[in-house]
Structure formats: structure tokens, C-alpha cells
DNA sequence: TCGGTCAATAAGGAAT
DNA sequence: ATTCCTTATTGACCGA
């Protein structure tokens, strides 16, 4: 998956086992047995009356074995406009579909006509089978997205709880601010007047040698001369 | 019978 | 106005 629309719609996530194929469709269909035992179905279909698989008065279009396009006018009974039957595309089809949708998520006109006639189908058909094809993938890829999103908010939410029970521990060990008595008045400084030696870690006065801290300001288990750096601003 | 898949259709938007 | 796209939906078909 590497090729980008021009929808812009590809993500790039490397999400493991995510291949392009969804081709569930190959399995068990010969489709071509063009079942024409048709006339039921639909019931209730009010779908628009225009076919417009319906080959253009054309005529050009007359081998088509999947049923892919004559079928229509024996499809569309006397009980009046209803969808044809389904076409189940071979293998072979969807295997060249999936091939080309690999090169390229869209195809130019001249493309989508010559893979038509390549496959035997309509280049409505074709068309119609990209867009879904685009569809699928872009579904998928959007259920990765997903996915991957409800993990990272399983692991934000986790980060999250770890970083609050942080916060309480550190809330818990908060000391207060260290109390510096001045060497003359021996009265408590002003924390603007105070400064920490970048060396020893070790609060000073900002005119004075380092001051002890008073041994009522020191954390347990701390040293007094190097007490516990407040470590944030709480 | 029911749910999933998928071809086909309809509606509406963007680009030209 | 036309063309092409996306999105939502329908209905046929198929397997459990």
C-alpha cells in the first residue's frame, strides 16, 4: 500500500497483516453460470429506471460471458425496472482488478477502457469496482486508525494515572522553602535575597558565605548542607 | 434465517 | 455544464 490517491485519503499506518486483498470475492464464484432463472429478487425496488450498465444502444459490447452486460434486457422483466442480478466477478477478473488497483487507486479514462476490455466488462463496472475498491480501503484503514488511536489512549491514560501518582509523591515529600538568616542581623532573609551555589547545591546568601539551613527546614533523611533541592514549583 | 460481502445506485461536492 | 470523486445506501448472493 503505497501508491497515494489523489483523494489524499491514504494513511500511511504500518499496521501489520493489512493487505489490499478483502478479495473474499473469489471464493466459490463461477458466477458465470449466468443463472438466468431470474424475474424475483428485488421485490420493492424503486430504483431509477435508467440502467446505466445498460450498453449504449451500442451494440459494440456483445462478449460478455459473467453475465456483466447482455443480460440486462432479459433482467429486467415484465414486472417492470428492477436491479439486475449480481454479478459475481471471476477470479481471474478480480485478480487483474487487484493487480491494477495496486499500481494505481485510479485509473484515467484510456486505463479504465482498456482494463475493461481486458476483463471483459463495462468500464462502468470497472469504474464502479475502484470506487468501491477505494471505499474498502479507506474503511479499513480508518478501523486501523481507530484501533491504533484507542491504543494510545490506553497508554496516555496510563502515562497519565503514573504521572499524578508522581505529583502526589512529590506534593507529599514538599518541603518548605529554606529558612537563611542573615550572618548580621541573624534574621530570616528574604528569598530574594538569597542565591544557590551552582557547585554545592547549597543555598545561600546572596552577599554571605553558604548559611546552614536551621535543622527544622531539613527534609528527613537530607543532609543540612545539602538539603533536598526543591525539585518544582508546586 | 441471519449477518457479512460486494456490485451497483443515488446524491452531492470539487475541479475543470 | 461536465466529469470524477466520495459517501451512504440498496439489494443479491453466500456461508454458517
Given at each position: 500500500m503505497g501508491a497515494t490517491s489523489p483523494s489524499g485519503l491514504e494513511l500511511t499506518m504500518a499496521v501489520p497483516g493489512l493487505s489490499s486483498s478483502s478479495g473474499s470475492e473469489g471464493a466459490g464464484c463461477n458466477s458465470t453460470s449466468n443463472n438466468n432463472n431470474n424475474g424475483g429478487g428485488g421485490g420493492g425496488c424503486n430504483m431509477r429506471d435508467l440502467d446505466i450498465n445498460q450498453p449504449a444502444s451500442g451494440g459494440e459490447e456483445e462478449e460478455f460471458p459473467m453475465g456483466s452486460v447482455e443480460e440486462d434486457e432479459e433482467e429486467?422483466?415484465?414486472?417492470?425496472p428492477h436491479r439486475p442480478k449480481k454479478l459475481r466477478l471471476s477470479k481471474e477478473q478480480s485478480r487483474l482488478l487487484e493487480e491494477s488497483f495496486r499500481l494505481n487507486h485510479t485509473l484515467t479514462p484510456k486505463q479504465k477502457e482498456a482494463l475493461a476490455i481486458k476483463l471483459k466488462l463495462r468500464p462502468r463496472q470497472v469504474e464502479v469496482w475502484f470506487q468501491n475498491r477505494r471505499a474498502r480501503t479507506k474503511l479499513k484503514q480508518t478501523e486501523m486508525e481507530c484501533e491504533y488511536l484507542k491504543r494510545c489512549f490506553g497508554s496516555l491514560t496510563e502515562e497519565t494515572r503514573r504521572l499524578q501518582r508522581e505529583v502526589e509523591e512529590l506534593r507529599a515529600m514538599r518541603v518548605a522553602p529554606p529558612t537563611v538568616l542573615s550572618p548580621h542581623t541573624r534574621q530570616p532573609l528574604p528569598a530574594s535575597a538569597l542565591t544557590m551555589?551552582?557547585?554545592?547545591e547549597r543555598i545561600t546568601a546572596a552577599t554571605g558565605p553558604p548559611v546552614a539551613r536551621p535543622p527544622?527546614?531539613?527534609?528527613?533523611?537530607?543532609s543540612p548542607f545539602h538539603p533536598r533541592r526543591p525539585s518544582a514549583a508546586f
Open positions: 429486467r422483466g415484465v414486472g417492470g551555589c551552582p557547585r554545592c527544622s527546614s531539613a527534609a528527613a533523611g537530607s
